[in-house]
């Protein structure tokens, strides 16, 4: 169900902090028109944790309807609040979504069994397929395997997004997960590594700029033409490591913003990038030239 490149994109602001919808749109289309199989609004480096939910349900809408039809829409629902999770999902399917992504509980840290009850309640509650968010570093909650592999009987449950950066832990989701549960890499840079390991793609930070580079490195991996595919995991590394210069999505937000594309505006405690890592970062964009 999920294979290839989903734009984790990121939600353009005005200089006033609102949402600029027709940038918004743009990247809409800009994603599109660059191949991605998918875009997933309002997730971390949409600014979920300062978004309104009202504000979330719109960044959805605006998405859904601006892509009508083209590409799935993964709608960053979750929450650590289960009854608000179940709310969100709810809401998004409502305006257009096609699927769920739900990240692990934070801050509350839930056991391992409350993880299981937590996503498999959302799914029950509602008919968009789920995938699942595992990113500890965030989270401070890693979602062990045999819980996830228990997860992924569920019928809705159908991916994980995974950003654990442990390669056994792939390797054991990939080896025991039932057929058709899709394992896609959380961070650009393992999304190579991943697919060799048995992933179906990416959810992609790099694809906001470089939608077609990251596809053309998607495909050759899931072809298995490793020279090609091999050649663009290094082309492509230095914009990799660079938006991550500083806290996602600061750094992709600064890059977007540098070709004329959004505003590079933030909602605090989110801050502009520093002027050393702005340098760094039009070093990059200058060696790489993403579309």
């Avoid at 999770?85 to 840290?109: E, F, H, I, K, S």
């Avoid at 509602?126 to 062990?144: C, F, G, H, K």
């Avoid at 790099?206 to 077609?212: F, H, Q």
């Avoid at 989110?270 to 990059?284: E, G």
């Amino acid at each position: 169900m999920f294979e290839g490149v989903y734009t984790a994109l990121v939600t353009p602001f005005n200089n006033d902090g609102s949402i600029d919808k027709g940038a918004l749109q743009n990247l809409v289309d800009a994603q599109i028109e660059g191949g991605v199989q998918g875009i997933v609004p309002v997730g971390t480096t949409g600014e979920s944790p300062t978004v309104t939910h009202e504000e979330n349900v719109q960044v959805v809408e605006i998405v859904a309807k601006q892509a009508a039809g083209r590409v799935s829409i993964v709608a960053g629902t979750g929450s650590n609040s289960t009854d608000e999770a179940v709310r969100m999902t709810r809401l998004a399917a409502d305006v257009g979504a096609t699927a769920t992504l739900q990240v692990t509980p934070y801050y509350n840290r839930p056991t391992q069994e409350g993880l299981y009850l937590h996503f498999t309640t959302i799914a029950d509650a509602t008919d968009l397929p789920v995938m699942v968010y595992n990113v500890p570093s965030r989270t401070a909650q890693n979602i062990e395997t045999p819980t996830l592999l228990q997860m992924a009987e569920h019928e809705r449950i159908a991916a994980v997004k995974e950003a654990s950066g442990s390669m056994i832990q792939v390797m054991s989701v990939v080896e025991g997960a039932p057929k058709g549960f899709d394992v896609l890499s959380g961070d650009d840079n393992l999304t190579l590594p991943i697919m060799a390991l048995g992933g179906c793609g990416v959810v992609s930070v790099a694809s906001n700029i470089a939608p077609r580079k990251m596809g053309a490195l998607v495909k050759a991996a899931q072809s298995g033409d490793a020279e090609t595919a091999q050649r663009l995991h290094y082309e492509l590394l230095p914009l990799f490591k660079g938006v991550f210069l500083q806290t996602n999505p600061i750094p992709i937000k600064y890059a977007l913003a540098r070709t004329g594309v959004i505003t590079e505006s933030y909602r605090l405690p989110l801050v502009p990038l520093s002027s050393a890592d702005k340098k760094k970062m039009d070093a990059i964009l200058d060696q790489v030239q993403p579309e």
